[in-house]
């Protein structure tokens, strides 16, 4: 038997305790058991998939455990797709009232999650799942459910932003249920 195979048990590196229930939520439910590890990994500059090879490369050789580690970002059409990879940073400075104040002219409010899993043993090459959900900017912050960005987007075929879904709702249909569905289904093939 494989590496893989034999070890059911995976390692999620993540400094976000959200990220980290949201995806035990997910995982557990499709059969994979997952450890929680704020190890840090460099950031490297690029797009979602780059920075999730690299880093479950990364931290997959330095901890010698199979690990996934999960890139994700808001991209909004009118902003040409901004804030996208710089996500984490808008987040810190601007927060969610600056992307309001950059949206308040804007009709078009089309935006999208984007969710990049990485995956990786200490002794293979990583491999990357994208996860994607389309939605709608608010007018308003509003929801006290999720974190960061949860309270401006409104998924899809709701009128609740994430913020007002609570996580197992959230869980159904999100950026990070795809991309991490889409790792568990591959996962459970390579047995
Ligand atoms: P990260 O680099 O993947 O941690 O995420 C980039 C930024 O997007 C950070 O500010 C996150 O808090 C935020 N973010 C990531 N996923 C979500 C989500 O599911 N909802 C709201 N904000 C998110």
Redesign the pocket.
């Known amino acids: 038997m494989s590496e893989k195979i034999n070890s059911k048990i995976i390692t999620f590196i993540?400094g976000?305790p959200?990220?980290v229930k949201?995806a035990q939520g997910i995982l557990n439910n499709l059969g994979i058991s997952l450890e929680h590890a704020d190890l840090g990994y460099p950031?490297i500059q690029g797009d979602l998939e780059d920075?999730a090879l690299y880093g479950a490369q990364y931290a997959s050789r330095r901890l010698g455990k199979p690990v996934i580690v999960?890139?994700?970002?808001?991209f909004i059409k009118a902003l040409k797709w901004f804030p996208g990879t710089y996500?984490?940073y808008?987040?810190?400075t601007l927060g969610n009232k600056g992307i309001l104040k950059l949206m308040s002219d804007v009709e078009d409010r089309y935006a999208e999650?984007r969710?990049v899993v990485g995956y990786c043993t200490p002794k293979t090459e990583p491999e990357v799942f994208l996860g994607t959900v389309k939605g709608r900017i608010r007018y308003k912050e509003k929801g006290r459910y999720?974190?960061?960005?949860?309270p401006l987007?409104i998924p899809e075929g709701y009128d609740e932003s994430?913020g007002e879904l609570q996580r197992v709702e959230?869980n159904r249909f999100?950026?990070?249920r795809k991309s991490l569905e889409k790792f568990a289904l591959w996962y459970k093939d390579q047995g």
């Open positions: 993540t976000n959200h990220k949201e950031e920075v999960e890139d994700a970002g808001l996500s984490s808008v987040q810190e999650f969710s999720g974190f960061a960005y949860d987007f994430f959230k999100s950026h990070r």
